[in-house]
């Protein structure tokens, strides 16, 4: 499958999330529409690993070259998932002092 | 086998000890000890000069002792070197010898400073000794350089000793300004010596210039911008205001300074360049001309000076106009004989001075004073001594120096001579009213004072008994063939330095009937303005304020309100100009336009940062598109 398509779902999904932390006021959606950004990349991520070890593989069957991003996307599925235990505990804890998931109430930032 | 004079280092190296200890130490160092470190240095340092003298008077050759490489750029190759010749190692004698006196008699003069300030006192008073003799032992212009500057900066720092003062601080400041205006010249001059010469060392650029035909354009030019740095250093017309004004100080300092150092500077290096100046005839006139008009010009304000310090000074800027007459009529051995018993004389004259100063309990104006004979008696006789001296009696010491200055002055112009005897009747005239007016007559100051009336101790005394005594037997080092066949001892020793000026110059006999005749009428003539002032004097002293002609002459001739009219204030106006529309609106708008821009800009961003995390990461999207549309499209 020719990498344009991986790279337009990519950026269709990056786009989606953006236009979601944008437009959306609640928390809990917003946070989704970051996890969509990052699986986004992850996407790209393994796409471009798969390509290129393609292209190395053509000449020398035995590489190991162009695996390591496939590892990497890995860590960055362990990583997003602690990311997401803090965060979810964040939005816990906002809920719990001001009862609402509004981030438009969270300007304190300011000060 | 290596002789003193390869050690020559520790002559300027035992003041820069003992200034580095007294000035660093200044706080821990009792008085008594920072006196001894700072005459002992001195001493020391004199007793090498000694040594070295006495191998110079075996040796007439130049020796160089070279230290280490200073400056190498290019071509110029300036090294750090020590040149020991006659002429130097007679300035070293002069230097080291009166410079511990003034240093011993200082120990006693300062008593009533504070620890730390009379350590910083003798600090700088070492500082100045050092200057003075890296000035002289330079081998190149620029070492001289280095020495010129450092009196020049030390003059200011001593000067200004009593920095709470105001008044002490502006006569300061302006002898340093004055200075720093004359250093200019220097300064053009050496640029001027290395594009000729193409080095500063003195024996390179004399050998070269001996080659040179008489009166060379660039000569002259060389010649005339070293001598303006000579007027500022050695206070001639017009530079000279600073040095009456230099009283400020302690007054030995101000024997260090006229005296044994300073303003013996510029007559050092016209000696030094003697070849360049016999070889420009122009310039030797300018030097003549004005040595004489500042000798003139000085004699008749002090005539009428009240300020027991401020006849000095400005007898000092007279005698110094002698030495420069005498150095523009070739007379370079006359120049430097009057140098070294004006050292003499002059030292005594100032510390006895200071020693009346003492007693009469910081008092200097003369009016107040009269009939310190009998209290005083040591002081009396020395100060006798010491006017007799700078009168030109025989045979006291200032009369063999100034006699030869005035003889070959007569040589080359006649008119010289008879301006040049004027002035030294208003020497004579001068100094013995003020020798009157201190010592005879009766005591005009106040009931205290009068009691209080003490000699010096002996750390004071004894230095003038000890330049008493070498102010009336220095002359004989230079009998003229008048009175004895090759006799002039200080003309065979001085020969070797100015040699190759001496084959230049054509030689002005004058027959021995009319030289018998000119001293006759000169001496003569001093005795009656001594006998007139001593009588007028004592039997009626001034009281009052000058009137008429006389206040012209109290106030100097106006010369400072001329310069402050001609020159101050002109510079001031554009200063003030300059610093309202240039500095204020011009400067000053561009520096605080930055900052209020940037403020203002500020103002306007800080709005941006609403706390509103949407607004943030609208901004932050924004930013990667613009990325984007930079990489894509560019």
Known sequence: MPINYYII?????????????????????IFMC???????????????????????AAFNPFASIGTDAQVFVFFIMVVAAAEVSVGLAIIVMMYRNIHSVDVNFLNRLKH | MKSIIDYVYLVPLFPLIGFLINGLGRKQLSKSLSGMIGSGMVLASFVVSALIFNATRAEGDPITVRLFDFIQAGNLNIPFEFLVDRLSALFLMIITGVGFLIHLYSTAYMHEEEPHHFARYFAYLNLFVFSMLLLVLGANYL????????????????????????????????????????????????FFIIQQFGSLTY????????????????????????????????AQIPLYTWLPDAMAGPTPVSALIHAATM??????????????????????????????????????????????????????????????????????????????????????????????????????DIRKMGGLAKKLPITHITFLIGCIAIAGIPPFSGFFSKDEILIHAYGTNPLLYWIGLGGALLTAFYMFRLYAM??????????EQEHHLHESPWQMTLPLIVLAFLAAVAGFVGIPELFAHDAHKLEHYLGP????????????????????????????????????????????????????????????????????AIISKPLNGLGAISNKFIEKSGIDGIVNGTGKTIQWGSRQLRLLQSGQVGTYVLWMVLGILLFFV?????
């Not at chain 1, 236009?19 to 809990?28: E, K, P, S």
């Open chain 1, 9 to 29: 779902l990519a950026v269709a999904l990056f786009s989606i999330g953006v236009a979601g932390v944008l437009t959306r006021r609640n928390a809990i959606i």
């Open chain 1, 34 to 56: 970051v996890e969509l950004m990052l699986n986004a990349v992850n996407l790209l991520l393994v796409a471009f690993s798969k390509m290129h070890y393609n292209n190395v």
């Open chain 2, 143 to 190: 070492i001289m350089f280095i020495g010129w500057e450092g009196v020049g900066l030390c003059s200011y720092l001593l000067i200004g000793y009593w920095f709470k003062n105001k008044d002490y601080g502006n006569a300061a400041r302006k002898a340093f300004v004055m200075n720093r205006i004359g250093d200019l010249g220097f300064l053009l001059g050496l």
């Open chain 2, 203 to 234: 024996g390179e650029v004399f050998s070269q210039a001996a080659t040179m035909s008489s009166g060379a354009t660039i000569l002259t030019i060389i010649t005339l911008l070293l001598f303006v740095g000579a007027t500022g250093k050695s």
């Open chain 2, 263 to 364: 303003v013996t500077a510029g007559i050092y290096m016209i000696a030094r360049s003697n070849i360049l100046y016999t070889l420009a005839p122009v310039s030797q006139t300018v030097v003549a001309v004005i040595g004489l008009a500042t000798a003139i010009l000085a004699a008749t304000i002090a005539i009428k000076q009240n300020d027991i310090k401020k006849v000095l000074a400005y007898s000092t800027v007279s005698q110094l106009g002698y030495m420069f007459l005498g150095l523009g009529v070739g007379a370079y051995t006359g120049a430097v004989f009057h140098v070294m018993t004006h050292a003499f004389f002059k030292a005594l004259l100032f510390l006895g001075a200071g020693s009346v100063i003492h007693a009469m309990h910081h008092e200097q």
């Open chain 2, 438 to 447: 201190t010592f005879k007559g009766s005591f005009r100051g106040t009931h």
């Open chain 2, 497 to 564: 330095v100015f040699a190759e000026s001496y084959k230049v110059q054509e030689a002005h006999q004058i027959d021995h009937s009319t030289e018998y005749m000119l001293l006759g009428v000169s001496i003569t003539a001093i005795l009656i303005a001594i006998v007139f002032a001593w009588t007028r004097y004592s039997k009626k002293p001034e009281t009052g304020d000058a009137t008429g002609f006389g206040k012209t002459l109290a106030n100097k001739w106006y010369v400072d309100e001329l310069y402050e």
């Open chain 2, 630 to 634: 930079l990489i894509i499209f560019i």
